[in-house]
């Protein structure tokens, strides 16, 4: 359940509402800004609950899909995410790309799936850039499928992240699995990811939230639309609004779950995008992938690539790659079917 309370409420009025939403041992209840607006979160039992007679309070918002604040008709959920950050601490940087998902253009980004030589990721990252990139991505964590694959370097990668962020002067996103390392990474990347796989990750999901970097978020395979959207939502109540979607494969390589794009324009203004690489791994797929997701109407795309993809540790990760010089061609090629459907969308 969500209380919220009118606007201008001081912090001191709504940790006093929190305290006595609250009072039972079997509710927590903490405030929340978000879009300029107050909420206090209360989770347990709502039938223990306590709705204070407070002058504070403004409306009781009931939950029962488990999001509120995700939804189209709240109000609260971003339109527009930007992605990029303040420059690191240290040697000033060359200007920077800072990128808005969401906007009007086709926001995309592109590297290796998981940060391995940072040799070969600087030259990825200087060679996306060069072909318009936004963001690159490099995951510092993987969500592996079986324990004898590359995991991901972790907080070991953490300098070597700062140096590609720096020599390329663009944005990165990184995957981050354990919430013990959100804050470390946080310092360092401009959005944070989490994998399909990690949408039950409470913790992380909460830890997230109390950072102020962009999340991205992947769908999970297996994931219906509410559950995304509660992962989201976990991210909401801790007080971190700049969530993007990152929609997928829906079960199995060669079925692209398309649909979740428009289905998800109906219940919420989060920006979504689509990564054609996992979906079908297969390079060769990825541009007819990109173009079909353009004409769905998605907001950007995910794309893994790399100027050495012989070189990757995991086996078949390179058959992934798009190669980095084919990327401005394709992006443009997928505004312009972007642009072409919704010159063509009907309005009943």
Sequence with gaps: MLIELRPGTSAEAAEEVATRAGAHEDVTAWPVRLAGRVFVVVSGDESLACVPAS???????PTPDGHWLVRRDSGVAAREVTIGGPPLP???EAPREVG???GPRLWWAA??????????AVETALAVRAQGAHALR???????????????????????????????????ITEVCDP??????????????????QLDNRPLLAELGAQRRPVLLMRGPRASLDDWLRAAEFVFTRGNSAVVLCAGATGTPQQPGFGAITALRARTELPVIFDPSHSTRSASLVAPAALAASAYGADGLLIESCTKPE??????????????????????TCERVRDSARSLEVSW
Excluded: N, W
């Excluded at 002058?55 to 918002?61: E, G, M, N, S």
């Excluded at 590297?111 to 070969?120: H, N, R, V, Y």
């Excluded at 390392?181 to 989490?194: F, G, I, K, R, Y």
């Design 55 to 61: 002058p504070a309070v403004l409306a009781r918002r």
């Design 90 to 92: 240290g040697p000033p």
């Design 100 to 102: 808005v998902v969401g």
């Design 111 to 120: 590297g290796p799936c998981a940060l391995e030589s940072t040799e070969d």
């Design 138 to 172: 490099a995951g510092l964590s993987k969500t592996r499928s079986s324990p004898y694959h590359f995991p991901g370097r972790g907080l070991r990668g953490l300098e070597a992240l700062a140096e590609i962020r720096r020599a390329a002067a663009i944005p990165v």
């Design 180 to 197: 013990r390392e959100v804050a470390a990474v946080a310092e360092v990347a401009d959005c944070l990811q989490v994998d399909g796989r």
């Design 311 to 332: 070189r990757l540790y995991r086996p078949g990760d390179a058959a992934h790659m798009f190669p980095p010089e084919s990327l401005a061609d394709l992006v443009a």
